[in-house]
């Protein structure tokens, strides 16, 4: 189990602060996906719902480019959905990354969530803008386990974001796609930041890859 100090990775992902420029790459290198996953399925078991890591292979159907991860969700009250999911820790350190505002009030929140979706989405073609996010909305090879079942999209960011400026992590959204009708967006950032509200600092997580790596840079670098 690894514990994840909340409070410092707001201030390195979101603020930027001070001695945290040039090590972002490498973080997400380390532990970036594996922070995803585990705040979603945080955030999943606070639903009452189940999360299950099908695989960390995610291919497209005739090669090409790959995604994160298949992912089983077993809801509480409806149907368990499967979802082609791809990651993506851009934040105040990323190109066209921005920095929280200086005053962190309701208000700035707000506007700053609606912007940095904005930053990812066109509203009006209702497409992600960017190739390597937009990639979720391609057909992905199903897992022999999962070919007859009803497939989603998903894309987990860090940045705070949300379509209507809520702080609420989950939400979906329509989508031009011959493949989707919606895609389903979480931010990473907002529960962290909900938790933080709540008087959660400290969160004990299961990370099983990087928890490997922490190791072995324990052995190479003492």
């Keep these: 189990m690894i514990t994840l100090n909340l409070q410092e990775l707001i201030n390195f992902y979101d603020r930027k602060v ?27 078991n606070g639903c009452g719902a189940e999360l299950n890591v099908l695989s960390r292979t995610c291919t497209r159907v005739g090669g090409g480019a790959r995604l994160d991860a298949w992912l089983e969700v077993k809801w509480c009250d409806s149907e368990p959905e499967i979802f082609q ?5 851009w934040s105040s350190h990323s ?7 200086k005053v962190e009030t309701e208000v700035s929140m707000k506007q700053h969530r609606i912007n940095r979706w904005l930053n990812q989405f066109d509203v ?6 960017d190739k390597d996010a937009k990639k979720v909305l391609y057909p992905m090879q199903p897992l022999p386990s999962i070919t007859t079942r009803k497939i989603a999209a998903l894309i ?14 989950f939400f979906r959204t329509n989508v031009a796609s011959e493949h ?9 950032s907002n529960h962290f930041r909900n938790l933080i509200e709540q008087g959660t600092n400290m969160l004990e997580v299961k990370m099983d890859d990087a ?4 190791k072995w840079l324990g052995k190479i670098a003492m």
């Design 18 to 44: 001070e001695g945290s420029q040039g090590h972002a790459t490498a973080l997400n290198a380390l532990l970036g996906e594996d922070i995803a996953l585990a705040a979603f399925r945080h955030y999943l």
């Design 95 to 101: 190109y066209r990354g921005r920095r929280t505002p």
């Design 211 to 214: 928890e490997a790596r922490l």
């Design 85 to 89: 999911t791809e990651i993506k820790n």
């Design 156 to 169: 987990i960011f860090w940045d705070p974001m949300h379509k209507d400026g809520s702080s609420e992590p």
């Design 180 to 188: 989707f009708e919606q895609l389903s967006v979480f931010s990473i």
């Design 124 to 129: 009006d073609e209702r497409v992600l803008k």
